[in-house]
């Protein structure tokens, strides 16, 4: 089955492809540089980033991504093949768990969909359960939700935050019995403003426990949303051990909420969407980073969801980018 989050963003990179086009949208640790600020477990890489290469190689890919320098993966894409057997792009549980053990990546977490699970009035855990036993097998510590349900997406009210939020404990509860925890990835929509003045994030880390729930924080889209991350760190401090560095094109840094797009459908904004390489872009990494201890930071992983170059030249770049530079001291 496929990620909703997998379809979310193939549409996004159509309808930035036709924006553009039409005439005229950290196992074995990399060396920190001396008195230089560090990451608590290296380097690691979201592997939807590598999706299409993932698609078509995958032993390759993984092999490549070590190569390069980065210590551990963050996984996306479980499906279920034809004999009812999960699988990661073709490739079993035992033989992904295999090839990052040959290249001696570590896997901390993963974003599996519980769409089904998060929607009011379905609460299926049917695939929770599944994603609790790849996710431990994996040797996994933590259970990403990347998305709410994307059905739902411009439709989305306090309540179904709220809804989720206990879906999200009930996650948590189940996936302790394997020694996980479940953790949700943000977007720009969990920072629209309700009527009442409330905002979904705020919603979920409320109305979740500290001992089951954590936070994954994608920095594109919180400081796409015109947050600064760090008011996020102070006003939870802890709640966020996960975070996505993804870098945000110079050229296009205007914020997607506010009362002017609040209420707008998600598709309309997608040409105010646009990335580029780690250290390549417009978000104060390092300012971000000197807070990492009040959020609680544990793995952080270099994200890219759209890349305009070939694929491994630009995790290369990002990844030199944080090895160089994020993590030199002032």
Not at 72 to 89: A, D, K, R, S, Y
Not at 279 to 295: C, N, P, V
Request: with cysteine; charged share 25%; aromatic share 10%.
């Amino acid at each position: 089955m496929n990620t909703d989050r997998r379809i979310f963003l193939k549409q996004a990179s159509a309808a930035l492809a036709t924006a553009y086009f039409a005439p005229s949208l950290l196992s074995c640790s990399s060396p920190t540089p001396k008195g230089g600020t560090s990451l608590p477990s290296g380097i690691g890489i979201q592997l939807y980033t590598l999706r299409d290469v993932l698609d078509t190689d995958v032993q390759n890919t993984i092999a490549r991504v070590a190569e390069i320098g980065y210590d551990h993966v963050e996984t996306f894409g479980l499906e279920i093949n034809g004999q009812g057997e999960p699988t990661f792009w073709g490739t079993s549980r035992s033989d992904l768990r295999s090839l990052l053990e040959q290249s001696s990546l570590k896997t901390y977490s993963g974003h599996y969909d519980l769409s089904e699970f998060l929607t009011p009035g379905d609460g299926n855990e049917e695939a929770l359960n599944i994603y609790i036993d790849t996710a431990a097998e994996l040797g996994q510590q933590y259970l990403i939700a990347p998305v709410p349900p994307m059905m739902l997406i411009d439709s989305l009210t306090s309540d179904d935050y709220r809804f989720m939020a206990d879906q999200l404990n009930k996650a948590g509860e189940l996936a302790a019995k394997s020694g996980l925890k479940v953790g949700y990835h943000n977007h720009f929509w969990e920072f629209r403003t309700f009527d009442d003045g409330s905002k979904g994030m705020d919603i979920l880390i409320e109305n979740t426990d500290e001992e089951l729930v954590v936070f994954e924080l994608d920095l594109f889209w919180s400081e796409k949303s015109g947050i600064d991350s760090t008011t996020y760190f102070k006003k939870y401090p802890g709640r966020f051990p996960l975070w996505h560095i993804k870098d945000m094109d110079k050229r296009n840094t205007v914020p997607v909420t506010g009362p002017e797009y609040d209420k707008k459908p998600i598709m309309e904004l997608l040409p105010a969407i646009t990335y580029t390489e780690v250290g390549t872009g417009a978000i104060d990494f390092k300012k971000i980073l000197s807070e990492q201890e009040t959020a609680g930071l544990q793995y952080a992983f270099v994200e890219q969801d759209i890349i305009t170059i070939d694929p491994f030249e630009s995790v290369k770049k990002s990844y030199q980018y944080v090895n160089q530079e994020l993590l030199v001291g002032p």
